[in-house]
């Protein structure tokens, strides 16, 4: 639980009014949704988790709720800033938890060496999966010939203030293992550099699938959404998000647009039926983004059923 947390309390009953206490972690408020005559919405105030139990509203985060009753924009930035004093880092939105630096083999691919079979092999590659010269450059993707990374493609990632928070290394030889990634968090926002926050969002699992769809796109490197991903999406006041997970992760795909359309967030789940986005391609890929369409609760239950209906 965080360390101010009378002064959270004092901030939530700004917004929501006088508060009675329920436990050591919960609080009471009146539904502003349903405006109950007694004290239904409940918050926990370690985890952030809100609920009525008359009307069934709810959330995971403080900035939800803060949405939902459309508070003003200082608002969520003033809980921001209560919710980084804390003892346990849970709230903290931007913070890399280690320091990661490039490889020292890092070469950058944009430099040829022609006469080096290990340049030539590595570019070969990166063309094959779709990746073009000057993604190269703006992507400042290198590889290392020795060293821990060998064999290795090395695409790095940037946060708002040009600073490395990750990087990915992908193998360019078959054989082996695919991937090796740095052991640091993957708590930070990938490509953060290149995001226009005023913009629509693209989410994506992995590197090359970013690459693939260029614009805003952001990979999770993974299937889940972290901490400072979601403050940030909330924090910036995000308007449209599209979720384009792998087919196999549908389920997860679906998850994340439950989680930010309960928030208050257009959510449009693109569908790829079989396809991953870096297999898809630029053109391709940005045609299905703009043909997809915002999905709701009620579209994303019956995406469930149909998929569940399907396996068995």
Not at 230 to 246: A, G, M, N, S, W
Request: charged share 25%; proline share 4%; aromatic share 12%.
């Amino acid at each position: 639980m965080v360390n101010n947390t009378h002064e959270l309390l004092l901030f939530l009953e700004e917004h929501l009014g006088e508060s009675t206490r329920v436990n050591n972690t919960d609080v009471s408020f009146y539904c502003p949704f349903c405006n109950h005559h007694k004290k239904k919405l409940q918050i926990h105030l370690g985890l952030q988790h809100w609920r009525c139990w008359v009307c069934n509203e709810s959330g995971k985060t403080f900035y939800t709720l803060l949405k939902k009753i459309e508070a003003p924009k200082e608002s969520r930035k003033q809980l921001s800033l209560l919710l980084k004093d804390n003892d346990s880092g849970v709230f903290e939105a931007d913070v890399v938890h280690e320091k990661v630096t490039m490889p020292p083999a890092y070469t950058p691919l944009w430099i040829p060496d022609m006469k080096s079979p290990d340049y030539r092999n590595a570019v070969r590659f990166l063309l094959n999966r779709g990746v073009t010269v000057d993604d190269i450059f703006r992507y400042r993707i290198g590889y290392c010939t020795t060293g821990e990374y060998i064999n290795r493609i090395i695409i790095p990632s940037y946060d708002s203030r040009g600073k490395l928070n990750y990087f990915v290394s992908r193998s360019f030889y078959p054989g082996g293992m695919k991937y090796k990634n740095p052991n640091v968090s993957k708590d930070i926002i990938g490509f953060e550099s290149f995001i226009n926050w005023k913009l629509p969002i693209v989410l994506v699992e992995g590197v090359f699938d970013a690459i693939a769809i260029r614009r805003n796109a952001i990979p999770l490197f993974g299937t889940y959404i972290l901490d400072n991903l979601r403050f940030k999406i909330l924090e910036e006041d995000v308007q449209t998000i599209y979720v384009c997970l792998d087919n196999d992760a549908k389920d997860k795909a679906l998850g994340i647009a439950d989680e930010f359309s309960s928030a208050g967030i257009n959510v449009c789940y693109v569908d790829l039926k079989d396809k991953d986005p870096s297999d898809v391609g630029f053109d391709r890929m940005n045609k299905y983004i703009r043909e997809s369409t915002p999905i709701n609760r009620s579209d994303l239950f019956s995406k469930q059923i149909e998929d569940m209906l399907g396996s068995l």
